[in-house]
């Protein structure tokens, strides 16, 4: 089935790390993508893993794939008050589908 | 600018009222979708349309009706609107064949009172 799940807030202080967990349940998935929404925004692509890569490191951001346990995580070094934002994992299934979570809340203390 | 957008922003209209949102992207993708986000910030997929053929409809009342003049342009009209329409309407694109992603609009909300 399809179902990607995230937990919901997540809070830090400003320059520490913050990581984002996420599972899902389509062992199809081809792809898999994180996304930042801000307040009163679209959805912005932050960065994305393809299914037979384990890990992609693009600046501040880290992302690491567990597709064995379906897990998926986001890791955000040295958080800025600016990274405060809904943060959504998606996953592109073999249905041509893009699934999202929830979307987990960050919100950075300073 | 390169970009998705979508008409109107906000969208305030009484129940029973018929409304559509528009969506343009210049950005020579082939496919186009549109995704409701409620107020739990959740987002579902409703429509996909590629090169102006319907590829997706998920389970949606047939009050929405998609329509998709050109590759560019993803409209959606919304008949006898309900309070339970009330949510965050975003157009998205992306180039069928590649996975870079979707593109999304800023979002069009919709407010039924």
């Known amino acids: 089935g399809e179902d990607v799940e995230q937990s919901l807030f997540l809070s830090v202080r400003e320059g520490d790390s913050s990581v984002i967990n996420c599972t899902y349940t389509d062992s199809s998935s081809t792809y898999l993508y994180w996304y930042k929404q801000e307040p009163g925004a679209g959805l912005q692509l932050l960065t994305y893993i393809f299914s037979n890569m384990d890990m992609k490191q693009d600046q501040r951001l880290t992302v690491l794939l567990n597709k064995k346990d379906k897990h998926l995580s986001l890791r955000i070094a040295d958080t800025q008050t600016g990274d405060s934002a809904i943060y959504f994992c998606?996953?592109?299934?073999?249905?041509?589908?893009?699934?999202f979570g929830q979307g987990t809340e960050l919100s950075v203390k300073p | 600018d390169t970009a998705v957008s979508q008409t109107p922003k906000y969208l305030v209209t009484q129940m029973g009222n018929d409304k559509s949102i528009k969506c343009e992207q210049n950005?020579?993708?082939?496919?186009m979708y549109w995704y409701k986000q409620d107020s739990k910030k959740f987002l579902k997929i409703m429509f996909s349309y590629n090169n102006k053929e319907l590829i997706i409809n998920e389970t949606v009342p047939n009050r929405f009706s998609p329509k998709s003049p050109d590759k560019a342009h993803l409209n959606l009209h919304i008949n006898s609107l309900e309070l339970g329409d009330s949510a965050v309407y975003f157009c998205?694109?992306?180039?069928?064949?590649?996975?870079?992603?979707?593109?999304f609009g800023s979002g069009t909300r919709l407010t039924v009172v």
């Open positions: 950005l020579g993708h082939d496919t």
């Open positions: 998606a996953e592109y299934n073999q249905g041509g589908k893009l699934i």
């Open positions: 998205a694109s992306s180039h069928s064949g590649r996975t870079y992603g979707y593109t």
